[in-house]
């Protein structure tokens, strides 16, 4: 049972590397199944024509929501983390049966001795048999080795396994089970992406090829013709133009369904009234305040304070100039305000004096608990063995480097320098302030246990600790309410785009725009939880006006859909402004190609037409596929692509570029040849260059071809 529980004290660690591999294998595993009844019926999407039932994603949910509880130490996870479990769960769903297909039509699985490998590191050992010399996968190795040595520890794995079958670790077993399906998930994704790999590796000819390609260098010279030059007045565009353009290049316009709308947002504001009620609180406190002793201080400030009590000593300089002359020469037990500070009356009373450092240069080594299998008891009696041996001459520089889990500064001996007080987390903090120069101490934070060694101090200093109850100005129901029903009487008259827009102008509101809002979108400026308007804009119509939206952080807002957009090719009129500065582009680069082929008729050399017409001829140089910028002007890779295949000294027909439209001159250009025996560096960078990309590109391929439905939004929010 020891055994389990070590194991079990590790698991925010290995929860972390869990994740981490389900990451790279594209895939989580199905630990939970899923449910039988009417509800697990509904679905929640379609992948490759399989659909996804609700009670098959809530489990998946589930269980990645209970490992990150796990890696959170228990700890209840925000709003937002919760929103990221989601969207994970259904990235991983989408991974998981795409992969699971391609595995299947390429007939890839993980035998049970392959399995057995990976988990104990030899073949012929079963799962409670002898130790073996073999490695074992390195998330096992991570769960059975010793932290202070290193070293794999086989009687405790074989021990592990053994109590697996025991009905009280059930859970123990369920996550040995999960694990497990994670390193079966990683080795079929590397057969699966190591066969994809294959189909990367450059042939001869790739060789040789690249070796052309990219050996090349040009220099040219060039006479060019911003578009900018053409007025937009000369070029008319019609309608026949733009539908002719959008043809063209209709796939350039594939979509995924969107939303645009306005929103207007009602920020509530504390009153007058509210802000005398925070004022009356805290006068009122402080008669009580100044009566109780000083022992009573922290505990009466942690129990009525909107801020627990902070025990940082301040210098003059560090106070709040607002009470820095009162409270600084004050006597101890005096109390000051209220005063108002941002949105808060306080009161302060003068705590304690001290003659402390200013700042303080330490080092320290940092024991974290997960390296000592969760216990903060080992890490502790570690630390105080350490001390010891610092105390009696030990090397703190060799010390840190080969104990501390600080990875910012182990390697310089745990140097954090110089600081000053209230730059550190409290209890590190008051063991550097509160000792001696020369002290070897000790702290527990919420990082771990800490060895602390105080190099330096700077001379004393007077400092005060001060006792502050914070009353923060809050908006009162009332205030809500009031709040509110200006927002009904907005909504009431805001039935379209065009009222809407009158009543943000009656209202002094100025209106938000949020556009192309797709259905997994997780933020919206300005919006805390925009996920039930979300929800809203794909249900409602162009014009429709929402009604009202609360959010948590006292805001109320009424939103407007602008535009509706759907998956698949986007409507000529919805990006008409942009194919018509295309269609511009294209009739100004005929018209410029136009006026240089009759400038230019008849011209054999640039340069000298330059010459004789005053004409600013440009030139680039060096240029390469790779290096497609031209000096003075930017990016243009159809100018240089030209310039690697025109004869050196013929004068090119118009080039329409990016900018403008070109006419170049090849002055010089290197074209080296293929050596007869190609440089294994030459190879290894182009195979690196090639398989790179072959994960992504190959799993995107599948995506594409998957026909990813996604219906949460419609069912759960």
Not at 304 to 312: A, G
């Amino acid at each position: 049972m020891a055994t389990l529980q070590n194991i079990r004290n590790r698991a925010g660690l290995l929860v972390a590397v869990v994740i981490g591999l389900a990451l790279f294998a594209f895939i989580l595993g199905d630990m939970m199944g899923s449910g039988t009844s009417a509800f697990s019926k509904r679905t929640v999407g379609e992948i490759n024509g399989k659909a996804i039932g609700v009670s098959e994603y809530l489990d998946r949910e589930k269980a990645l929501r209970e490992f990150y509880e796990l890696n959170a130490g228990g700890q209840s996870l925000d709003a937002e983390m919760e929103r990221q479990i989601q969207q994970e769960t259904w990235r991983r769903m989408v991974r998981q049966t795409i992969m699971d297909h391609a595995y299947r039509e390429l007939g890839i699985h993980v035998s049970a001795d392959e399995l057995k490998t990976m988990v104990t590191g030899d073949q012929t050992m079963s799962m409670s048999g002898s130790p073996s010399l073999g490695e074992p996968h390195p998330i096992v190795r991570q769960m059975f080795s010793n932290p202070e040595t290193g070293m794999l520890n086989r009687e405790i794995m074989t021990n592990y396994f053994n109590a697996l079958d025991n009905p009280q670790f059930a859970q123990e077993k369920k996550r040995w089970l999960f694990i497990e399906e994670e390193i079966v998930n990683e080795k079929m994704s590397q057969k699966y992406f190591n066969l994809v790999r294959q189909g990367f590796q450059p042939s001869s000819l790739d060789l040789e090829d690249h070796l052309r390609e990219n050996g090349k260098r040009a220099d040219f010279i060039f006479i060019s013709k911003p578009y900018a030059s053409v007025p937009d007045a000369e070029i008319s565009v019609t309608e026949s133009d733009l539908k002719k353009y959008y043809r063209e290049h209709k796939e350039r316009y594939m979509q995924e369904a969107s939303r645009t709308f306005q929103y207007v947002v009602f920020e509530v504001e504390a009153s007058e009234k509210d802000i005398e009620t925070a004022r009356y609180w805290t006068a009122q406190t402080k008669i009580e305040f100044s009566r109780i002793t000083d022992a009573e201080v922290p505990r009466y400030v942690n129990g009525v304070s909107d801020e627990p009590f902070n025990r940082q000593y301040f210098s003059y300089e560090e106070l709040p100039e607002i009470i820095r002359d009162s409270v600084f020469q004050a006597s101890t037990d005096e109390v000051f305000g209220p005063y108002r500070e941002g949105d808060a009356f306080k009161i302060t009373r003068l705590h304690d004096v001290q003659m402390r450092p200013d700042s303080v240069r330490a080092r320290h080594i940092l024991l974290s608990p997960q390296e000592f299998r969760g216990s903060r008891e080992l890490a502790r009696q570690t630390a105080d063995s350490l001390k010891g041996v610092l105390e009696r001459g030990g090397n703190f520089n060799q010390i840190a480097l080969e104990y501390s889990a600080d990875e910012s500064n182990r390697a310089i001996g745990g140097d954090l320098g110089w600081f000053t007080e209230g730059m550190m987390v409290t209890e590190f903090n008051n063991a550097c302030f509160e000792n001696k120069q020369g002290d070897v101490v000790i702290a527990e934070t919420n990082f771990g246990t800490h060895i602390i060694r105080i190099e330096e101090q700077s001379s004393p200093v007077r400092k005060i600790q001060m006792a502050t109850v914070v009353r923060n100005i809050y908006a009162s129901d009332e205030t809500n309410q009031d709040y509110y029903n200006r927002a009904v009487k907005f909504r009431s008259k805001a039935t379209n785009i065009e009222k809407f827009t009158e009543q943000a102008r009656e209202f002094g509101l100025d209106p938000r725009f949020a556009p192309n809002i797709t259905k997994d979108q997780q933020s919206i400026p300005g919006i805390e939880d925009p996920i039930s308007i979300i929800k809203w804009a794909f249900s409602a119509d162009v014009n429709n006006v929402s009604n009202i939206f609360s959010q948590t952080d006292e805001k109320y807002i009424i939103a407007v859909l602008t535009e509706a957009r759907e998956d698949g090719y986007a409507k000529l009129d919805d990006v008409r402004a942009e194919i018509v500065q295309e269609v511009k582009k294209q009739k100004k680069a005929g018209k410029l190609a136009d006026q240089l082929n009759k400038a230019l008729e008849g011209v054999t050399d640039l340069t000298q037409y330059g010459i004789e017409n005053q004409e600013e001829v440009g030139e680039a140089t060096q240029v390469t596929f790779s290096n497609t910028y031209v000096s003075g002007i930017g990016l243009e890779p159809v100018v240089v692509g030209a310039a690697m295949h025109l004869p050196p000294e013929e004068i090119s027909k118009p080039l329409a570029g990016e900018s403008g439209v070109f006419v170049i001159s090849v002055t010089d250009r290197t074209e080296p040849g293929v050596p007869e025996t190609i440089d294994p560096a030459v190879v290894s960078r182009l195979t690196y260059a090639l398989e790179s990309r072959s994960n992504y590109d190959a799993y995107n391929a599948l995506l594409d071809a998957a026909n990813v439905k996604d219906n949460r939004l419609e069912m759960f929010y």
